[in-house]
């Protein structure tokens, strides 16, 4: 029956194959796919879920996506740092040493979105102030107002 088919009907037969075969290996895929519809207030763990399923199902990260991460923990590092020290004025908290202070001004003028490295002399600031008996009394009442719970 094909020798006496014209030359366009067998090239539309092998692009009929050709799609059909493409159909079927989406079709296939299509069902091995799961989709998810995650819901949740905020702070609750819905892309952290996902960051889970990546590595442990998928290929991990790349290294561009780690140096991603690396720069949203410093950027979290300042906005924790920076909502506490605005809870000790909130909550007329005194820091334990008076010259921290002037290094908690110098870390709360800093736009934590812009961060993108952790040098001195900010690394010193923050693990002074970290070690501040007020800051410690406002992350112990860190109930009180909003803070992520990765700031520790």
């Not at 037969?13 to 519809?37: G, P």
């Not at 892309?47 to 290294?63: A, E, P, R, V």
């Amino acid at each position: 029956m094909t020798c006496c088919t014209s030359e366009e009907a067998r090239e539309q037969r092998r692009i009929n194959r050709e799609i059909e075969k493409q159909l079927q290996r989406d079709k296939r895929n299509a069902r091995r796919e799961l989709k998810l519809l995650l819901l949740g207030t905020g702070e609750s763990g819905k892309s952290t879920f996902i960051k889970q399923m990546k590595i442990i199902h998928g290929s991990g990260y790349s290294d561009e996506d780690k140096k991603t991460f690396i720069k949203l923990v410093y950027q979290n590092i300042f906005m924790a740092m920076q909502a506490m020290i605005r809870a000790m004025d909130t909550l007329k908290v005194p820091y334990g040493d008076p010259a921290n202070e002037e290094k908690a001004s110098i870390v709360r003028a800093i736009d934590y979105e812009s961060i993108t490295t952790f040098e001195e002399p900010y690394v010193t600031y923050v693990k002074d102030l970290w070690r501040d008996k007020g800051i410690l009394e406002v992350y112990d009442r860190r109930r009180e107002y909003q803070l992520t719970d990765s700031a520790k």
